[in-house]
């Protein structure tokens, strides 16, 4: 396992670190390369070489290999999922539900290699032919999160080949296993040597490796907005400067009015903000409930989150797992902390928890009373915290939901036409749910947010082609006198 797959061969990493599983630290999933930069350059160096002959290669053989990889993935997408769910913590069948959607993925741009388009458009010249085409960018390096380390890595790596790109991947330290697996299915599904490239090491080493080195001319990176300012600057700086595409945090609100639907609203708020052990960049940690409804949907909530199991991520039963690691516990703690002496009252959860194994058990907490400006109203926690702020009506709740210097997905539980309209069009958010938890999106449809929630040209669908190619304007002059056709003879 401890491997790196630079320029077509699996290659030793200069050092390894363990895996550890969070629902069991004394279970090491296993030792995984760390590489240093120079395996980083190595790579660069191999994705830079093999882009010329990628880029042109025929459009059916992207396909099939692509395909391959989709299928590969979906026919082993228990054992997968098993070990996605053992190295990150979420839940089997959430574990399993997301290597699907990494198959689903691959298939979708295996079939984007056979559909790639251009337009062709008259001249204001006369004689003259207009053709606009999209082509591949060059070396891509991608940089992934750990909560998603599967579909996210395949939503990168799928378009960038589908489109001719060459690959360097640098996946995130805590989940390599997942990385690795994947990896091992791309090179089995025959890509050639050099064209995706897998380095496993430290943001601070692999990833700035990325971001200094001249021959990548493209990073898609999803992650904090810290790290994201940091890629940012960096592609700025770099010469020739390169294209970008950031997906960063999160502070989702999911606004609940007076006439929603309280079953539905109290569904999509707990699985909103706790599914995932609230580790997604679209968890609805912002409740904004306007007055009439507010308690009795603070008292469903809580008594809801009374049943919610949290325990071993593989365990049957279990419908929370662990947090992902000490660091991002103590990030979880220290936030709950930061909201009591703000004054908010925590009315269900927050204490750590013990299970028969030990791992980073932490009971979803719910912060009522909290006013919109409090820190935990504004900063990402990234854990299962959600807060609960109360509005006199939907004008108040709606702005409330865009007081935030996020904008990446925004719900509203309401059975008002009106009112669900009127959000969709004024919610400052990239993706806007209707009577649904604002986290869980489709494969098929572009993914991302506004303000300082995403930077650069949307994800997913086939809004992806607008980062992994460049546009072509091609002018053609035949030169042929215009063409006037003669009164035929027979007429
Ligand atoms: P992170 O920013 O710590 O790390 C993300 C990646 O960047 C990792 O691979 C890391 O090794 C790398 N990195 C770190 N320092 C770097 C540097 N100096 N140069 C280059 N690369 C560097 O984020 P994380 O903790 O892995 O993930 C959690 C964050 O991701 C949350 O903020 C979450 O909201 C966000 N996220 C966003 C989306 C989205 O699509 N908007 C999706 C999932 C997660």
């Not at 459009?59 to 053992?86: C, F, P, T």
């Not at 080195?213 to 898609?220: C, G, L, R, T, W």
């Amino acid at each position: 396992m401890n491997m790196n797959y630079i320029a077509g061969e699996w290659l030793a990493g200069t050092h390894a670190a363990p895996n550890i599983n969070p629902s069991n630290t004394a279970d090491v999933v296993g030792e995984f390369a760390r590489a240093e930069a120079a395996e980083a350059e190595k790579a660069i160096a191999a994705a830079y070489d093999a882009f010329p002959g990628w880029s042109r290669s025929s459009i059916q053989l992207r396909h099939d290999i692509l395909k391959k990889v989709g299928d590969e993935i979906l026919a082993r997408k228990d054992e997968l999922g098993r070990l996605l769910s053992r190295e990150e913590g979420k839940t089997l069948p959430e574990g399993i539900g997301e290597v699907v959607r990494a198959s689903q993925i691959f298939q979708f741009f295996a079939g984007e290699t056979l559909r790639m388009a251009g337009d062709k458009l008259a001249s204001v010249r006369p004689g003259v032919d207009i053709e606009i085409t999209r082509e591949p960018v060059g070396v891509i390096g991608l940089i992934t999160p750990w909560n998603f380390p599967i579909a996210i890595p395949a939503w990168k790596i799928a378009p960038a080949l589908a489109y001719g790109n060459t690959v360097v991947f640098k996946p995130a330290e805590l989940v390599p296993g997942s990385a690795h697996a994947l990896s091992e299915i791309i090179v089995r599904a025959g890509v050639p040597a050099g064209v995706f490239n897998l380095v496993m090491g430290r943001g601070s080493v692999v990833g700035e490796a990325l971001l200094n080195s001249p021959k990548v001319s493209a990073i898609s990176f999803t992650g904090s907005v810290a790290t994201g300012r940091k890629v940012a600057q960096a592609c700025i700086a770099s010469d020739p400067m390169k294209k970008m595409q950031l997906e960063m945090g999160g502070k989702n609100p999911l606004v609940v009015l007076d006439d929603a639907d309280l079953k539905v609203a109290v569904e999509c708020a707990v699985n909103g903000a706790f599914f995932s052990t609230g580790q997604r960049c679209t968890a609805s940690s912002r409740l904004i409930v306007t007055s009439g409804i507010h308690d009795r949907f603070v008292d469903a909530v809580t008594e809801r989150m009374k049943s919610l199991v949290v325990d071993d991520a593989l365990k049957s039963g279990t419908q929370i797992g662990p947090v992902v690691d000490q660091n991002q516990l103590d990030q979880d703690l220290k936030y709950i902390r930061i909201g009591q002496d703000e004054g908010a009252t925590l009315a269900a959860g927050g204490e750590l928890l013990n299970r028969e194994t030990p791992g980073f058990y932490l009971a979803p907490a719910l912060f009522t009373n909290v006013d919109n400006r409090m820190r935990i109203a504004q900063e990402e926690i990234f854990g299962p915290v959600a807060t609960v702020t109360r509005a006199r009506d939907y004008e108040e709740a709606l702005e409330i939901a865009n007081d935030t210097q996020f904008g990446l997905s925004a719900g509203i539980c309401t059975t008002s036409l009106k009112h669900a309209s009127h959000f969709k069009r004024n919610s400052e958010a990239g993706m806007v749910m209707v009577n649904l938890p604002t986290a869980g999106v489709d494969y098929h449809v572009p993914f991302g947010g506004r303000k300082g929630s995403s930077y650069g040209p949307r994800e997913q669908g086939r809004y992806a082609e607008e980062f992994y190619t460049t546009v072509k304007t091609a002018y053609t002059f035949d030169g042929n006198e215009p063409y006037v056709p003669k009164t035929r003879a027979s007429e």
